[in-house]
């Protein structure tokens, strides 16, 4: 016969009631339940903690990141900027910059049909 548990032990659990007779059915299964229920709790608080260290883990990379892409940005804008400036030199400004809008839209409709036929043959690839 087993000894009873010490107070607040989660490990060590009696076997018998406290008249001395074995546990019954429901209480194992009260246990089992309460065991996993202990058990998702620790999972869901370990899988919490690496979620916030690699949360904080990227946090700089991703403001540089983002920093990155808004000069990204803004040197598109002063390609488009001299485009229109050199083609102005050259014709009237309503026409330069009729033609660099072409331009940006023939690249963009480029760019956009490219990665249409991509993403298909990568979904027929996938199936």
């Known amino acids: 016969m087993t000894e009873p548990a010490l107070p607040g032990d ?42 916030i260290e690699k949360a904080k883990a990227l946090k700089a990379p991703l403001v540089l990141g983002l ?11 002063v390609m488009i900027a001299t485009i229109f400036v050199g083609l102005a030199s050259l014709m009237s400004d309503t026409l330069a910059g009729v033609v660099t809008l072409v331009i940006c839209l023939v690249a963009a409709g480029g760019l956009g049909y490219l990665a249409y036929t991509k993403a298909t043959k990568g979904l027929e690839d996938a199936a």
Do not use: C, N
């Open 10 to 51: 989660p490990m060590l659990k009696r076997t018998v009631t406290a008249q001395g007779e074995p546990d019954g059915i429901g209480d194992l299964v009260h246990r089992l339940v309460e065991d996993a229920k202990s058990y998702g709790r620790a999972e869901v608080g370990y899988y919490k903690a690496v979620g």
């Open 67 to 77: 920093v990155a892409l808004l000069f990204a940005h803004a040197a598109f804008l």
